[in-house]
């Protein structure tokens, strides 16, 4: 299902490439002529944007339609097809760039969430995103990260009371901070998570003698300090290790027992998949 906002997204898409019009398609192709293409992978990866693609061209021409060969989340190797794509040729022409820059950025998200996910397979521990995603996109990208195989944390500041080092440190302590967003929450009548941001065990034992929150954050821990952290909280609550975890480090935090690793890098700092639409035939 497309994410909220993905229609305006794919309106912004299209007027930042199209402009006053596709000046070389109409320049030098027929109004009349029908073609076909196919969507060529050139890496080895995860697949994403498939149904996005199909919004894309529903978008710039309904008579634009799709054959599809690789669903999102499918395994894709150097030389794989993806979907074969028919209609009118200038169209297919129009929304070759605006289709394949979302389906490149999301297939590159998809892969590198994947990679950590399997890296972490059979420890319980699941992969979280961030909020750390580019302005705009965070639908899509936050999509792409399910269709690899992650899990989305918090969508936005709206959807979980989210009380990091910086909001503690503001409020006057750990205690005080979880006691005025307990009672936000009973003066608003908003039912929100609490997850509260630690650096030490000396802050985890500060949230857990206060009490009423649902996860803590355990930040910048190393995997020794992590598996104390983990054993202290004993599943009260549930734990979340996060900060400068790697695709080579992850494994070993995972194994601590925490619930949850949250990795930044999985939106910011991912290569694009190479992928290209060729005219069929050719």
Request: hydrophobic residues 40%; aromatic residues 4%.
């Amino acid at each position: 299902m497309l994410p909220p906002g993905t229609d305006a997204l794919i309106e912004l898409a299209f007027g930042e490439d199209l402009g006053d019009g596709d000046h070389t398609s109409l320049s030098t192709i027929p109004a009349d002529a029908q073609g076909a293409a196919y969507l060529l992978v050139k890496d080895d990866g995860i697949l994403a944007g498939v149904e996005l693609a199909q919004a894309v061209a529903a978008y710039s021409d309904p008579a634009l339609s799709f054959r599809i060969l690789r669903e999102d989340g499918s395994p894709v190797k150097k030389g794989d097809i993806a979907f074969h794509l028919l209609g009118p040729t200038r169209s297919i022409l129009t929304v070759e760039r605006v289709l394949l820059n979302f389906m490149q950025r999301m297939s590159g998200i998809a892969t590198m969430t994947r990679r950590f996910v399997d890296a972490v397979d059979g420890t319980g521990c699941q992969v979280l995103d961030t909020r750390k995603t580019t302005p705009g996109l965070r639908g899509v990208e936050k999509w792409a990260v399910r269709i690899g195989g992650g899990r989305n944390h918090r969508h936005g500041l709206y959807d979980m009371i989210m009380i990091k080092d910086n909001h503690h440190d503001f409020a006057g302590g750990i205690p005080k901070a979880i006691e005025a967003a307990r009672s936000y929450l009973a003066r608003t009548g908003r039912d929100l998570p609490i997850e509260v941001e630690t650096r030490d065990l000396l802050e985890v034992e500060q949230v857990l003698a206060t009490g009423g929150v649902q996860r803590i954050m355990l930040d910048n821990f190393d995997p020794t300090r992590l598996r104390e952290a983990v054993a202290l909280i004993d599943r009260r609550v549930e734990t979340e290790a996060s900060g400068g975890i790697t695709l080579h480090t992850v494994r070993s935090f995972a194994e601590t027992g925490v619930d949850f690793v949250s990795v930044g890098a999985i939106t910011h700092s991912v290569p694009s998949l190479d992928l290209s639409l060729k005219a069929l035939g050719r």
